[in-house]
């Protein structure tokens, strides 16, 4: 199948394009390389070194054996989108090309309007261009789990039977994100689930967990196909924290309680998950929605296998609890559902303890590189819009 990347030298995308391309699958994507900025921005770098665009496409095709569609280009210009669209004509539209973290979106209102103008401006993009180029082609937009926020009942996937007054109907379950960016992801949800109504459009809605690991199989040992892997407050996610804190023997940090619960999975599951959508198309005009996680932890929980794994490896490591930054339950119900993807053949990674380990051992070669950016381990940016560095608590 012929499948357009948005993002395609992101975490998820880079991984992505390999994985798609071993699957037999044509790939091409775009990106602005914004990612790489952005971290330099907020004082991070990639755990793991990443190799140039350059040197990732000369390493793609000495594995390939063909040469990797990867242009660098603006997503927010629609005469750009929709001049690849008429070249490549794309069957799929993979969209991960936007800002990621909550953290950079609270930072203020600069960053706050930028995320949501870029995210919400060039998925539009990508729905008019798929309307106007490529009616039939199906869009696979990732958003997040963050995006139904933590409600005191059990979340379906996307949609609800309600009985209200008498009557009944099926409804979009409420979304109630918890920052400037994971409402950017909101704003999406309704305006690809309004361009599917209108236009016949065929979209899959991506609800997906936080994701963690360094690598996936399909990479080798060849380190230029290696994927990022950042630690910093805001594109540092909880578990690739953990495991880089965990190997300088730096404290493992809880934010607040600790008792937080979200849906993880590992990127080797994420990339599978994706590439299941892309096969199984829904009909023209459905909008159907994935949550797509492996299992729902508390953050607690996820320090606890981390100060184990890392116990085993020989690196003994305490977990500290810092004031939270965020304004979040730390302590709440959390009961999603995730049924679809297992129906279309997703089988769960159920030890996570060993992607642990081998996010560990990859991380070793990289200590002083982590070490020498510590200072980006501790949370300063609040969501009341001020900067205070996080303190210990307990
Ligand atoms: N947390 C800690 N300690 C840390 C880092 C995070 O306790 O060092 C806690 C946070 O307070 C939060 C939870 O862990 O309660 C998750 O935070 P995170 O930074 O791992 O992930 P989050 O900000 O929610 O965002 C990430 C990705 C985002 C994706 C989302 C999926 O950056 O792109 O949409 O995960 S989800 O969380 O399901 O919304």
């Known amino acids: 199948m012929r499948v357009f990347i948005a993002g395609i030298d992101g975490y998820l995308g880079w991984p992505l394009a390999i994985h798609l391309s071993a699957h037999g699958h044509q790939v091409a994507g775009a ?26 496409l000369l390493a793609f095709e000495e594995r390939f054996g063909a040469p990797l569609d990867f242009r660098v280009g603006d997503l927010t210009d629609y005469a750009y989108v929709k001049d690849l669209f008429e070249e490549f004509q794309p069957e799929a539209v993979v969209h991960l090309g936007q800002m990621p973290s909550a953290p950079y979106s609270m930072i203020d209102q600069a960053h706050c309007v930028w995320t949501q103008q870029n995210n919400v401006v060039n998925n539009l993009n990508l729905l008019w261009a798929i309307k ?50 994971h409402q ?33 199989a399909e990479m080798g040992d060849d380190e230029r196909l290696r994927s990022r892997l950042d630690f910093d407050q805001c594109f540092g996610t909880a578990i690739n924290r953990f495991c880089c804190q965990a190997v300088i023997g730096h404290p493992l940090t809880l934010f607040g309680k600790g008792k937080q619960k979200r849906g993880f999975l590992p990127l080797t599951d994420s990339v599978t998950c994706l590439r299941l959508a892309v096969e199984n198309p829904p009909e023209p ?8 996680f ?56 159920r030890d996570i303890k ?33 900067r205070k560095r996080s303190e210990v608590i307990g």
């Open 184 to 216: 950017s992801k909101v704003h999406d949800s309704h305006n690809t689930h309004f361009a599917s109504k209108i236009w016949g459009l065929r979209a899959t809605d991506i609800m997906q967990g936080v994701v963690f690991g360094t690598r996936i």
């Open 31 to 56: 990106d602005l390389l914004l990612r790489r900025q952005w971290v330099a921005e907020v004082g991070g770098v990639s755990a793991q070194p990443i190799a140039s665009r350059e040197e990732r």
């Open 285 to 292: 005009s459905e909008f159907r929605v994935f949550n797509q």
């Open 354 to 386: 060993a992607v642990m380990k081998q996010m560990m051992l990859d991380l070793l070669d990289y200590r002083d590189r982590i070490e020498a950016h510590a200072d980006v381990l501790i949370p300063d940016i609040r969501w009341d819009g001020g």
């Open 132 to 181: 106007e180029v490529v009616p039939d082609a199906h869009l696979v937009k990732l958003g997040t789990m963050g995006e139904y926020g933590t409600p005191n009942v059990d979340i379906p996937e996307g949609f609800f039977e309600v009985e209200f007054r008498g009557r009944k109907d099926r409804l979009p379950f409420p979304r109630q994100a918890g920052s400037w960016y």
């Open 294 to 349: 492996e299992n729902a932890y508390t953050v607690t929980e996820l320090a606890l296998m981390v100060r184990e794994v890392a116990a085993e490896l020989g690196m003994p490591v305490e977990i500290r609890q810092y004031d939270n930054p965020r304004t979040e339950m730390e302590e709440h119900y959390y009961q999603p559902d995730r049924q679809h993807l297992v129906d279309l053949g997703y089988q769960p990674t």
